[in-house]
C-alpha cells in the first residue's frame, strides 16, 4: 500500500512538472534552450539610450546576422574580450571627459579589433583616422611621428567628431553611422529618402551594417556566456603600469634612449606606437610625453 502511494505521488509530480513546463511560451523556451550558444538574441537593446527597434523584421534579421558572425567568430572575440580588459580603461575616461557615451568604446571594437590596425585605404589605429582628417583634428601625421597610433590622442579625436556629428544630427546612433558613411553621406541619405532615424535608412551595404556590428559586439562583450564565450578575469590581458617621460628635445637614436630607460627598443616601440621612426626629430622643441613601462619585462 505505501509503495502504491509513492508511486502515485511521483505520478503527480511528473505531470505537475509537466504543467509548467508547457506553461512556458515558446519564445522563452526557444531563449533558454538557446542560452550559452551562438544563437541567443536578446530581447531589448540600445545604443548609447537610443533603442534598436528589434520588433522591425529587417531590423531584427540584421542584428541577427551580426551576432551570429560575431559569436562565431570565437578566437577572433576571445582576442578582442581579452585586449578590452587592456584597452576600455583608457578610453572610457576620455569619453566621459567628453560626454560621450561610454557605448562608443564598442565603435573602436568594429574599426579596429582594439589594435593598431591599418586599412588598405590608408587609416590608421585603434580609430582608424584617414591622414587628413587625423590632421584636421589636431593630430601629428608625418614619417616620425604618427598620433594616429597615440591612443588618447586618437581617442579625444574621435570625441571631437562625434559630438560634431550628434550636433548635425541629434542622434548618436545616426553619429556612429557617420563615423562610417561621413556626415556628408548620411545627410544627403537623409535629404533623398525623407527619414531621420538610422534604423529606417537604406544606406550602403558597409554602413548598413555598421551600428549593428557595434550592437552585436556590445551585447556579446557584455554578456559573453550568454554567448558560448567562457572566459575568466585570469584569462584576461592585463594593463601595464607605465610611467611617463616628457621629451622636448631630439632623440637621435630611440634604441640607445630605450636601454637608458631599463628596456629595449621592442618594448619602447609596444609601448609609444606613435613613434614611427628610430628616432624623434624635434627642431620646435615640441613637447611629447614617452611611456616606460614600470612593470611586466
Not at 509530480?13 to 504543467?19: D, E, K, P, T, Y
Not at 590632421?135 to 559630438?163: F, P, Q, W
Amino acid at each position: 500500500m505505501q509503495k502504491s502511494k509513492t508511486s502515485i505521488s511521483i505520478l503527480v509530480v511528473i505531470i505537475i512538472s509537466g504543467f509548467l513546463i508547457f506553461a512556458i511560451s515558446g519564445d522563452r523556451k526557444d531563449k533558454k534552450m538557446h542560452e550559452g550558444t551562438a544563437m541567443y538574441f536578446p530581447t531589448a537593446l540600445d545604443f548609447a539610450g537610443e533603442s534598436a527597434p528589434l520588433q522591425v523584421t529587417d531590423v531584427k534579421e540584421r542584428l541577427d546576422r551580426e551576432l551570429l558572425i560575431n559569436a562565431n567568430l570565437h578566437s577572433t572575440t576571445t582576442l578582442i574580450i581579452k585586449r578590452a580588459n587592456r584597452v576600455f580603461p583608457i578610453i572610457e575616461p576620455i569619453l566621459q571627459k567628453y560626454n560621450v557615451p561610454d557605448d562608443f568604446k564598442y565603435l573602436a571594437v568594429i574599426e579596429s579589433g582594439l589594435t593598431n590596425a591599418v586599412s588598405s585605404a590608408g587609416a590608421r589605429g585603434v580609430w582608424q583616422f584617414m591622414p587628413d582628417t587625423a590632421k584636421e583634428k589636431g593630430m601629428e601625421v608625418n614619417e616620425i611621428v604618427d598620433e594616429r597610433y597615440h591612443l588618447e590622442k586618437s581617442t579625444e579625436a574621435a570625441c571631437k567628431y562625434l559630438l560634431a556629428a550628434k550636433e548635425k544630427f541629434g542622434s548618436w546612433t545616426l553619429a556612429a553611422a557617420s563615423y562610417n558613411g561621413g556626415m556628408s553621406g548620411i545627410s544627403k541619405k537623409i535629404e533623398e529618402q525623407k527619414v531621420t532615424n538610422y534604423y529606417d535608412l537604406a544606406l550602403t551595404e558597409e554602413t548598413s551594417r555598421y551600428v549593428f556590428r557595434i550592437l552585436a559586439l556590445k551585447e556579446i562583450m557584455k554578456q559573453p556566456a550568454k554567448y558560448g564565450f567562457r572566459i575568466f578575469s585570469s584569462d584576461l590581458y592585463s594593463q601595464i603600469p607605465t610611467k611617463k617621460i616628457e621629451i622636448d628635445s631630439t632623440i637621435n637614436d630611440l634604441t640607445s634612449f630605450a636601454m637608458s630607460q631599463g628596456i629595449n627598443y621592442k618594448i619602447l616601440k609596444i609601448h609609444n606606437p606613435w613613434l614611427r621612426d628610430k628616432k624623434l626629430l624635434n627642431p620646435t622643441k615640441k613637447k611629447y610625453e614617452i611611456e616606460i613601462p614600470t612593470e611586466g619585462y
